[in-house]
């Protein structure tokens, strides 16, 4: 093995890159902040908050991000703890910038789904871990807020088990709940950890260790009035519970739990420390030629974001590249693989949150931002060889429609190349309408929240203000082969449209009708993405 080969592999292997999952208000941002602290990234909590108020300051689309208290766009945090290197892909939180979050998590090699233990399973969370489930992420659960009363441990459990159809296995067990919540029992490492001070959480927590199994004196002494509720807890998972697996974690069967208060920081450290060795490294990613093994393949990547105008002072696009395999070195050339051109890789920046630093060398896992001149695709791969397509960017369809009404004409140029680059962006999908005699572009997007950025950001970064005309669609397929045209000519609630590459598109008003000419019309080919390979539908 060559020393660069060494190189390369040791690096992988200290590479974890997850996104976290969550319902609103579960307490994202917060553990996020909070495993920034605990990997020195930040050294007092309140900074990612005061970041982003500073942001608001400097950009003003996400004017509107504080408008309406949402993170619209995502970014990447990047940090080392005990020789690990961690990067943190930060998905927005709120459901109408699901698809975003669904892309994001193409490029992540695990999730932590983070649930809150007063409310437990919540729809949004059921949502992004169908997602996970369906592409093979390994999920860990974080229960999180045990500082307030919530729900017993057990019945939250029990919760996942039955909602999400997951085994779960906890690596620790809380002890006390709500003001008593005191510490947690580390079952792999029999031992009890106890938390004290904090500063409120803006500082890391002191923590006492008392080795031993549960039952032993001095964890039984620890525990106090708690201790035959909690030992009895622990034999019962003993007994009836699932092992920890590796295999069945990796395969998505079995859901390593962990129970804490990213608040108060009690158990952020446990579940970091745990994570990071049960956590999967960058594995081998599907493509066209098969698995690609990342570290015996030359230098391949896939774009899973394009965001433009993310400095205003600077109008760009920075294309969001997952690392899959091989080595990133600044100024090398690459295959774009889609259009066949060799490009040289001479502006990247390497993201944490929002400040850039340049990045001369990145490892598989890692996310580097590429200043784009306008060539890249999302969904698109890079790679050195040229030869093959990384598959699996979840395409979902439209669920919203409208049609775009300009107040000056004379913005006609302004328009179409503002709705260019954000539907590049993936924001939102636009569609023409050859039947109608109308130039006005119909758009579909998976929530109506992306219309409202969209208007924002036209007028904001394009000065082009426009009217949305609410269209009565709620379904679209696109039409694989060839049809008849004669099938929709009477249909008053159907609509053949195109998209960007010509492809014919069918909205409906209701899913019913989608069913009415599943039946009456075997020969139509109805699929949910433009693409060949099948999504199954979120529920
Ligand atoms: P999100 O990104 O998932 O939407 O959640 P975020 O971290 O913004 O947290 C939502 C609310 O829950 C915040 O309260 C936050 O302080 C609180 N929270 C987060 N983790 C914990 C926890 O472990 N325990 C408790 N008790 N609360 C927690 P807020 O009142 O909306 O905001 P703020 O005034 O605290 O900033």
Known sequence: MSAETKQLSREIERRRTFAIIS????????????????GGAIRQAGAVRARRAARHATSDWLELEKQRGISVSSSVMTFEHDGFRVNILD???????????????????????????????EPQTRKLFHVCRMRGIPIFTFVNKMDRQGRDPLELMTEIEEVLGIHATPVNWPVGAGADFKGVYDRLQKRLLLFHGGDHGSTQVEREIIDGEPGSGPVREALGPLADEIIDSLELLEGAGENLDPAKVRAGELTPMFFGSALTNFGVLPFLESFLELAPVPYARPSSKGPIDPAVNPFSAFVFKIQANMDPDHRDRVAFVRVCSGVFRKGESTTHVPSAKKIRLANSTLLMARDRSSVDEAYPGDVIGLFDPGIFRIGDTLSDEGDFTYEGIPSFPPEHFVRVRVAEVLRRKSLEKGLLQLTQEGLVQLF???????????????????????????????????????????????????YDPETFRYAS???????????????????????HYEQNHPELELAETPFDHQFDQVP
Request: negative net charge.
């Open 23 to 38: 319902h609103p208000d579960a307490g994202k941002t917060t553990l996020t902040e909070k495993l920034l602290l605990y």
């Open 91 to 121: 998905t927005p939180g709120h459901h109408d910038f699901s698809e975003d979050t669904y892309r994001t998590l193409a490029a992540a090699d695990s999730a932590v789904m983070l649930i809150d233990a007063a409310k437990g399973v």
């Open 432 to 482: 023409k309408d050859p039947d109608s005699g109308s130039a006005a572009p119909i758009l579909g997007a998976i929530g109506p929240l992306q219309f409202d950025v969209l208007k924002f950001r036209m007028e904001a970064e394009y000065k082009v203000e426009m009217r949305l005309d609410p269209l009565p669609y709620t379904v679209a397929r696109w039409i694989r082969g060839t």
């Open 493 to 515: 609630n159907a609509r053949v449209v195109e998209d960007r590459e010509g492809r014919k598109v069918l909205l409906l008003e209701r899913i019913y009708s989608l069913n």
